[in-house]
């Protein structure tokens, strides 16, 4: 790591150590890195211009689409397409998964990638921080054919890398090729992001819980019991309880400090509210890649295999020891 060094001169230093790396995996996170910058602009501005509030439309999850939510899909597809880095998309906004042929129609690229593009999107009018999440795959199917739906319903565990953009006090990409996980800031002056986070881990002992509370009498009784046992006063105990409700910037900031986040079934949610393939599965690999653990309360996330691409998992990451906490109290049941 240099002092100042930009993310372009990560990815370029870093090359060669990305899995299979052949230059087009650090294409494609620049393309991703380009998209950021132009969706932080439009959400920092969100407020001084007809931006807010819904399109109307409703998207597949049945949820009313906030503007910028549609602004950003648009924005991060168009950067993926134009670069033609990508064989093929699926995007929590869009019903189907997107085939890219590439203009010499020889659907010769390799990656697929997966993505939200404005997660949290209920806090938008607030002005409460949203992010971005994606994960990248290598294809099944051979290089020089059709993108099939295989491709994307692969297990987190293929992931080749991970990220996930704040747009917060400051916005921020943090993103993994499976290495460890580093964290760029934008300066918005210049911008240019630069590495302001070397290596995250989660530190030792964690002491925030993340859940959306109002939702507890439907909980599973174990992730009831669990709550009760952060809220005991009892050593290092009660733990704090913090919910942004932009799983983003609730799992940034329990990374950093230490924490647990839960989104368990409930009602009308009895799968959990959030998507595997580009939700779960790109922040598991980052959390695991911190040193934590992220599980759906009894199996791994990463070692779950998908068998739709908007389908939804009841998610708990966090500090490994809290989160082995949690799968204790719901084993019991
Ligand atoms: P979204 O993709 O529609 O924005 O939903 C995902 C978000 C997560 O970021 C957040 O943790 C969760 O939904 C909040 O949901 P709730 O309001 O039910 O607590
Ligand atoms: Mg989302």
């Known amino acids: 790591m240099h002092k100042n060094q930009t993310l372009g001169e990560f990815i370029i230093e870093n090359q060669s150590s990305f899995p299979y790396s052949s ?11 380009l998209a950021a910058k132009v969706v932080n602009h439009e959400v920092n501005k969100a407020g001084l ?13 049945g949820e009313s689409q906030q503007k910028l ?9 168009q950067a993926l397409v134009n670069r033609e880095i990508v064989c093929g998309i699926v995007s929590e906004e869009n019903d189907e998964f997107i085939a890219i042929n590439g203009s010499d129609k020889r659907h010769s690229s390799k990656y697929v990638v997966l993505m939200d593009p404005l997660d949290g999107s209920s806090n938008i009018d607030v002005n409460v921080s949203v ?65 302001s986070h070397a290596n995250i881990k989660f530190p030792e002992e964690g002491n925030i819980y993340s859940v959306n509370e109002g939702n507890y009498s ?29 799983m983003v910037s609730d799992v940034h900031r329990n990374m950093i400090k230490g924490g647990i986040y839960m989104y368990p079934s409930s009602f009308p949610y009895p799968e959990g509210k959030l998507r595997l393939l580009y939700e779960c599965n790109p922040i ?3 959390v695991e890649q911190a040193g934590g653990k992220a599980t759906d309360g009894k199996q791994r996330i990463l070692d779950l295999k998908p068998n739709d691409i908007h389908q939804r ?7 490994t020891e809290m989160v082995n906490k949690l799968e204790n109290f719901i084993a019991k049941y």
Do not use: H
């Open 49 to 61: 211009v007809d931006l807010f509030g819904n399109s109307g439309d409703i998207n597949i999850q």
């Open 131 to 195: 992010g971005t999440i994606f994960s990248i795959y290598r294809r099944i199917s051979p290089v020089g054919t059709p993108v099939t739906q295989e491709d994307f319903l692969q297990a987190g565990n293929n992931q080749v890398a991970a990220g996930y953009v704040i747009y917060g006090t400051s916005t921020m990409l943090v993103f993994t090729t499976g290495d460890g996980v580093n964290g760029f800031t934008l300066n918005p002056a210049l911008g240019t992001f630069y590495l």
């Open 313 to 319: 998992r009841p998610f708990f990451c966090g500090n």
């Open 218 to 246: 439907n909980f599973p009784q174990g992730v009831k019991d669990y709550i009760k046992y952060c809220q005991k006063i009892e050593e290092n105990r009660p733990y704090a309880s913090r919910y942004i409700g932009s």
């Open 284 to 286: 598991a690999f980052i």
């Open 23 to 33: 230059g087009e995996l650090s294409s494609l996170l620049n393309a991703l890195r």
């Open 69 to 77: 939510d549609i602004f950003a899909n648009e924005i991060f597809i």
